[in-house]
């Protein structure tokens, strides 16, 4: 997500609120980062989730939106900042990394006037008119609302806090300040299937859904002492385990909220070397069962892993009472119905899928000629409370229900 693991951390709120106040360790984040940032810039183009023209959204003339980037790792560097210079009228003024040279090197690769020393004397800068966060979840609460504070629109990473409680902190304050523009980065681990998906499943192709089989698996073993990602650290990640939050974030699209949730989890690796190479426990598991509802009472079993070798990774199957559609490794989608022999690749053409156009949405929204459609501050705090529902019946072993 970022590389920005240090901020400036003051005022930062006590567990009483579901927030976290912990020093920050070294961690390992190569193999997370150079993961998670694929699927974001495989699906870098001009269009959302309402096709490549964005819904007849028209060029504004209107006077230019300065933008401030906190945090410069590899997701806005190599997606967010191309994606903001492509728009007419939007300048991105300035950073705030790490550090000073951090955020100078940042400026000078690519070409950004201003380089501040910490995210609060970028905010400080009443030239700057919205900002793009891209640190890790823990910084995502305390950065928004001085934002929002300081009359600044705020487009965020995914996930959208460490904890349900912070991203219902995210969204009160939003709506303490209607008219600024706030707005998630939307998971683009399905932006490929999603347009075909919600089509055939609206149009009643399944019939009634009856059950979800979601295979999110890694096909690499156990690594015993392997490296410490923010990924594996409930102080940086919350209640975030591995990418079962995008993972839901992307089916609610197809399938809609879940509620009532069930889960079972594990830690297969207790302790992993920082950067200074020492052994530092883990908090979050590896390796998840999950079970939750549809309103229509289908039940939807996901299982998310990072230890499962040799796997065929990442599947679906949604079945309902008279079709069935499988999803495959690739993406590839397959369907049948009722009297159907076997299932058939189902068709789905470039010019149909969806493309990542988050700046370009974000922009258009501020200049009031576009709604925000994906991912709204709402849509977060309910996957959100979906996440800690999952991480509150790991550890109780009873069913948690939402909203919380």
């Known amino acids: 997500m970022t590389e920005s693991s240090a901020f400036k951390h003051p005022g930062r709120p006590g567990p009483s609120d579901g927030s976290h106040s912990h020093d920050t360790p070294a961690l390992r984040r190569r193999e997370f980062l150079a993961v998670g940032a694929l699927p974001l810039a495989a699906a870098l183009g001009p269009a959302n989730l309402v096709g490549r023209h964005g819904a007849g959204v028209k060029p504004s003339q209107q006077e230019p939106i300065r933008i401030g980037m906190i945090g410069a790792g590899t997701n806005l560097r190599t997606v967010q900042i191309p994606g903001f210079r492509r728009i007419p009228g939007c300048e991105i003024l300035a950073v705030a990394n790490r550090t000073l040279e951090s955020s100078q090197r940042v400026a000078d690769e690519f070409n950004i006037p201003r380089a501040y020393a910490d995210w609060e004397e970028l905010l400080d800068d009443d030239r700057i008119d919205a900002v793009s966060i891209g640190t890790w979840p823990y910084m995502h609460r305390t950065l928004t609302l001085s934002a ?21 902190d995210m969204l009160e304050a939003s709506l ?22 919600k089509r055939m499943i ?4 399944l019939g009634e859904i009856l059950s979800v089989e979601a295979q999110r698996l890694q096909s690499r073993f156990r690594q015993v002492d392997g490296d410490l990602d923010w990924r594996h650290d409930e102080r940086y990640s919350g209640y975030n385990m591995l990418t079962i939050g995008a993972s839901y974030e992307a089916m609610m699209r197809w399938l809609g909220w879940g509620n009532r949730v069930m889960a079972m989890s594990k830690i297969h690796v207790p302790f992993r070397r920082n950067a200074r190479s020492e052994l530092t426990p883990v908090t979050i598991p590896d390796h998840v069962n999950i079970l939750y509802e549809l309103a229509n009472g289908a039940q939807v079993h ?3 892993s990072e230890t499962t070798g040799l796997s065929t990774g990442n599947q679906t199957w949604i079945h309902g009472s008279d079709g069935t559609i499988y999803v495959d490794r690739r993406q590839n989608i397959f369907a049948g119905r009722r009297g159907d022999s076997e299932l058939a690749q189902v068709p789905n053409p470039q010019s149909e899928q969806a493309f990542y156009r988050v700046p370009e949405e974000f922009i258009n929204a501020i200049r009031g000629i576009e709604e925000i459609t994906m991912a709204t501050f709402a849509t977060g705090v309910h996957y ?10 790991s550890q109780t072993g009873r069913a948690v229900y939402l909203p919380l």
Request: aromatic share 6%; net charge positive; with cysteine.
């Open 176 to 197: 303490r300040h209607p008219d600024l523009v706030c707005q998630l980065v939307p998971t683009s681990q399905t932006y490929r299937i999603d347009n075909v998906l």
């Open 302 to 304: 996901m299982r998310a």
């Open 384 to 393: 959100m409370e979906w996440t800690e529902a999952v991480y509150r019946s």
């Open 148 to 168: 929002l504070e300081r009359g600044k629109h705020v487009l965020t990473q995914a996930r959208m806090a460490n904890t349900a409680q912070e991203a219902r």
């Open 202 to 205: 609206g149009d009643g192709f």
